[in-house]
């Protein structure tokens, strides 16, 4: 389990009109989590390698980038070029994971798998060590400002034991939900990176909320 609680603020529910604004008010964040989508693989579409670029621009945080699309094999060196420095893909949208966690590390950057909340964890716990990242979705992708599913946190536990029984450097991210109220729960479950966008761009000090649920996770985390 990372040392401390990871918060990443995901830019979908930033202000795009004050973009670079919204993003210096959350200096104090870990990482800043950039989600695209393709309108196909979810029913929505947000932004692509232009804005993520920029984002790159403007901070030097880890940019945890998560295509919700199909065919990402076909964009990692896009991404890569964009600043990404985690790419995770969608294994409902390739056939072979473990080969494009391979392509993405080979570019440098880590790599991640993230799964919808009706796809099962089991068939992907044999070969974890290829993947520096699990991103579990705690609300249906596509979407910002959904309530929180807390019936996936059992795949949390799940991957949190396997990791820990295993000694792998792999981190466990949600996103879905995520705010003062949830994720204090998901932190005790195993999670160590925690995405949140509505409730930190939505509050008054965004920063202040940054680390806010910073300190709920890791009180979470040393009571658990």
């Not at 820990?164 to 949830?182: K, P």
């Not at 940054?210 to 996770?217: E, F, G, I, Q, Y």
Request: glycine share 8%; proline share 5%; net charge negative.
């Amino acid at each position: 389990m990372s040392s401390a609680p990871i918060i990443a603020p995901s830019i979908l529910a930033a202000d795009f009109s004050r973009l670079g604004d919204d993003i210096r008010r959350v200096s104090n964040a870990d990482w800043i989590h950039v989600d695209i989508m393709d309108g196909h693989f979810v029913p929505n579409l947000s932004f692509g390698p232009g804005i993520t670029k920029t984002v790159n621009e403007i901070t030097d945080k880890t940019l945890d980038v998560h295509l919700m699309i199909d065919k990402p094999e076909q964009w990692i060196d896009t991404y890569v070029d964009a600043g990404a420095d985690c790419i995770i893909f969608h294994v409902e949208a390739v056939s072979d994971p473990e080969r494009v966690a391979k392509d993405i590390r080979s570019r440098g950057i880590r790599a991640g798998f993230s799964l919808r909340p009706g796809t099962p964890i089991e068939p992907y716990l044999h070969n974890l060590d290829q993947f520096d990242e699990v991103l579990v979705m705690s609300v249906e992708p596509g979407f910002g400002g959904q309530s929180f599913m807390p019936d996936q946190l059992e795949k949390v536990r799940t991957l949190r034991a396997v990791i820990d029984d295993n000694n792998l450097d792999v981190t466990i991210e949600i996103d879905g939900g995520i705010s003062a109220s949830t994720i204090a729960e998901a932190s005790a479950a195993g999670c160590d990176a925690f995405v949140a966008g509505s409730a930190i761009f939505g509050a008054q000090y965004p920063a202040a909320e940054v680390s806010r649920l910073r300190d709920l996770a890791h009180s979470a985390r040393q009571h658990g």
